[in-house]
């Protein structure tokens, strides 16, 4: 089993940046990829990030290209997003998830794990 846990939401006016943190913990002998998905109230949980286990190869929804950046941290069991130049649109509640890949690719979205969600609020 894997855990994970997020971090680093709040509240931010538009144009500001945040940055949310996930740390997992549990069996990790596998290779796997690491993603941010986030859901709006009213609305389906949607693609935000992606990133393959050498972090050399990253994926991101069209909404956030060019203002989010994905990373991880292999030896911490860690991935973060830095939100740049937020808007209002970007409010949802954002989670991590894990799934084992046995290589270095960037699976179909689809996940296994999930963490419980970090709300962003972004203001106007």
């Known amino acids: 089993q894997v855990q994970l846990v997020e971090s680093g939401g709040g509240l931010v006016q538009a144009g500001g940046s945040l940055r949310l943190s996930c740390g997992g913990s549990?069996?990790?002998?596998?290779?796997?990829?690491m993603a941010w998905f986030r859901q709006a109230p009213g609305k389906d949980r949607e693609f935000v990030a992606a990133i393959s286990w050498s972090g050399i190869k990253t994926d991101y929804a069209d909404s956030v290209k060019g203002r989010f950046t994905i990373s991880r941290d292999n030896a911490k069991f860690t991935v973060d997003l830095q939100m740049n130049s937020l808007k209002p649109e970007d409010t949802a509640v954002y989670y991590c998830a894990v799934r084992f890949t046995g290589s270095d690719y960037i699976p179909p979205r689809q996940y296994t794990y999930w963490g419980q969600g970090t709300q962003v609020t972004v203001s106007s």
């Open positions: 549990g069996r990790t002998f596998n290779i796997y990829a």
